[in-house]
């Protein structure tokens, strides 16, 4: 584990976090939720389940977060992001892994998500962690009309086994 990670704990976000998790979606994502779409998800969804990554040390700090529906067997991420000033140090791959460890404890057998087009850092990341591209939304995206990809993870297992060093 890198000396960044060891810095970084996944946990579960509640309504108090829900600022400065904003903060990091603004800065990340080209339609941020509403503050009125967290609160649901938190409060009244219960198919919802939200994590964030926060950096440790005397100013603890929201770094990242992620989201997913469960749908019957299916984990279907809902939202990602990293603050731009800690990407690239692993922080997003440890969400995923924690939302995948997640999704399979709550009884998922598969992962999907949609993810657009022009996204090569998003697609990296979740073909990185065993996703396969399994389909394509034309003008999916209400904003600016682009297609997405739509991505499939299945060995839920194995990925765990991997991120926790075993053969998988
Ligand atoms: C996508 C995102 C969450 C990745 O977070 P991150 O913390 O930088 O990811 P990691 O450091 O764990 O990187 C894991 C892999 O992702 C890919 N990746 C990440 N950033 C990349 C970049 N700038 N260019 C190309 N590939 C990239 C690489 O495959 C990387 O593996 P490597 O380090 O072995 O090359 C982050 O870029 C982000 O918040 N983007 C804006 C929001 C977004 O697009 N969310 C996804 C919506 S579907």
Redesign the pocket.
Known sequence: MSESLQTVVVRFMTMNDVPAVMDVDSL??PTPWAKRSFQYELTENPASCLLLAEQQGENSQIVGFVGFWMLVDEAHIST???HPVH???????QLLLEAIRQGNAMGARLVT?E?RLS????I??YH?HGFEVVGRKVHYYMDNQEDAILMTLRDLRERIAVADGGVG
């Open positions: 990340s994502l990602l992001a990293v990407r690239q140090k692993g922080i997003g791959s998500l993810v996204n090569q850092s998003a990296n990341l990185k």
